[in-house]
């Protein structure tokens, strides 16, 4: 029996060494993680654009009326960083547009590019359009492009006019229709505002309008 007992012993002490030499390998981690560059989207005045009081004399009663274009600039800027980026326009008054209501401005707006101006009680106000101008980055003049979606082609957009998300707007620095990668860039938003027809609204008192748009950063 002792012997037995001995075996067993010496057979467990024997397992027990194998097992603490039994470690032949180790795994090497390397971590990190790659960002992109950070840009911050600015506008002038808190992007706000201001058309004042309106004379509802000057307002044609049967006829949609087109208001002065008005101008607010904004800046992109991602620091040290090159990246490719662009903007989506949403309305967010966009329940108030009035159908057709940029026919006033004949320049070949649709519906796509109507953004609404707000209600007063159940009358819709009016609408106004978003046009991108004079887009530079330092040392280079940017042409606008755009596609459907964040998934289809780009094309070209030379006449500047800005349509509703789900739109994408960006820029290139030369022929081919690619978003240019930068790292600061500037630009004009020009908006041509029209006010709906006199006898669509209540003009005995004042009628406030508020069209509000959010801009919205993507990274491409």
């Known amino acids: 029996m002792k012997k037995i007992v001995g075996l067993a012993l010496g057979i467990a002490c024997l397992a027990a060494a194998v097992g603490a030499q039994a470690t032949t390998v180790a795994e090497l981690k390397v971590l990190g993680t790659i960002k ?5 989207l600015s506008m002038v005045g808190q992007g706000t654009v201001l058309y004042g009081d309106i004379s509802s004399s000057s307002l044609s009663q049967t006829a949609f009326t087109p208001l002065p274009e008005k101008n607010t600039s904004f800046t992109i800027n991602c620091g040290t960083g090159h990246t490719p980026f662009g903007l989506t326009f949403t309305d967010l008054q966009n329940s108030s547009t009035v159908p057709g209501i940029l026919s006033a401005l004949n ?27 004079s887009l530079q980055s330092p040392g280079a003049t940017l042409s606008l492009i755009t596609r459907g979606s964040n998934t289809g082609g780009w094309l070209g957009a030379n006449d500047g006019k800005v349509a509703k998300w789900p739109n994408q707007y960006s820029w290139r620095t030369g022929t081919a229709l690619v978003p240019a990668s930068l790292s600061q860039m500037t630009g004009n938003i020009a908006v041509r505002a029209v006010i709906n027809k006199a006898q669509d609204l209540t003009l005995n008192r004042d009628i406030p309008f508020e069209g509000r748009a959010s801009l919205t950063l993507v990274y491409l």
């Open 36 to 40: 992109p560059a950070s840009c911050n």
């Open 107 to 133: 320049q070949g707006h649709s519906d796509v590019h109507n953004f609404g101006l707000g209600t007063v009680g159940s009358n819709k106000t009016g609408g106004y359009a978003i046009t991108l101008k």
